[in-house]
T-cell receptor, first 114, second 111 residues
Framework: GAGVSQSPRYKVAKRGQDVALRCDPI?????LFWYQQALGQGPEFLTY????????KSGLPSDRFFAERPEGSVSTLKIQRTQQEDSAVYLC????????????FGQGTRLTVV | QKEVEQDPGPLSVPEGAIVSLNCTYS??????FMWYRQYSRKGPELLMY????GNKEDGRFTAQVDKSSKYISLFIRDSQPSDSATYLC???????????FGSGTRLSIRP
């Protein structure tokens, strides 16, 4: 497909479990962003990659959150020892250019921690 | 104070009405101003994008930015039921940085 693909679409995790969320950006897109969206809220920035370099991780809420993009294409957001407050939709976006002005979003992964 | 403030609504208007959606922001360093539309259970999609102050029109949609008052507006003319969605204002510092989203305004257009 031509869009940003995220998997899984839905994930239920028991509290304390580790999870890994995958993002396949649009082919050739340089920039990749992760956002967290709580119910009824706008997306909150987590982290930003330009190719394989993580240029901004200021939005990661704790050291339990880790993101990587080792080959500059697919990215994984990992959450260790999940907590109930981690329940949210995790959105990935990519853009062709260096920045976020024309970012394309995936449908998101809905994480529920029980 | 949040960097971007947006009335969450919900806002319900009849089909054909003119809709006005607004945001205020606090950081004068914002230079790029975007509106995203998000349908239920979907990711946001870029609707309009402007740089600095002024107006931009695209079909039934007009985006306005007033940097002096730090006020962003989106107008929808001849609103359609298919416009029912959450609208997110999203200013950015530069073309190479993250987007800051407002909380979104939920809009419903009644047939």
């Amino acid at each position: 497909g031509a869009g940003v693909s995220q998997s899984p679409r839905y994930k239920v995790a028991k509290r304390g479990q580790d999870v890994a969320l995958r993002c396949d950006p649009i082919s050739g897109h340089v920039s990749l962003f992760w956002y967290q969206q709580a119910l009824g809220q706008g997306p909150e920035f987590l982290t930003y990659f330009q190719n394989e370099a993580q240029l901004d991780k200021s939005g990661l809420p704790s050291d339990r959150f880790f993101a990587e993009r080792p080959e500059g294409s697919v990215s994984t957001l990992k959450i260790q020892r999940t907590q109930q407050e981690d329940s949210a939709v995790y959105l990935c976006a990519s853009s062709l250019a260096q920045g976020a002005t024309e970012a394309f979003f995936g449908q998101g992964t809905r994480l529920t921690v029980v | 104070q949040k960097e971007v403030e947006q009335d969450p609504g919900p806002l319900s208007v009849p089909e054909g009405a003119i809709v006005s959606l607004n945001c205020t922001y606090s950081n004068s360093a914002f230079q790029y101003f975007m509106w995203y539309r998000q349908y239920s259970r979907k990711g946001p999609e870029l609707l309009m994008y402007t740089y600095s102050s002024g107006n931009k029109e695209d079909g039934r949609f007009t985006a306005q930015v007033d940097k002096s008052s730090k006020y962003i507006s989106l107008f929808i003319r001849d609103s359609q039921p298919s416009d029912s969605a959450t609208y997110l204002c999203a200013p950015g510092y530069s073309s190479a940085s993250k987007i800051i989203f407002g909380s979104g305004t939920r809009l419903s257009i009644r047939p």
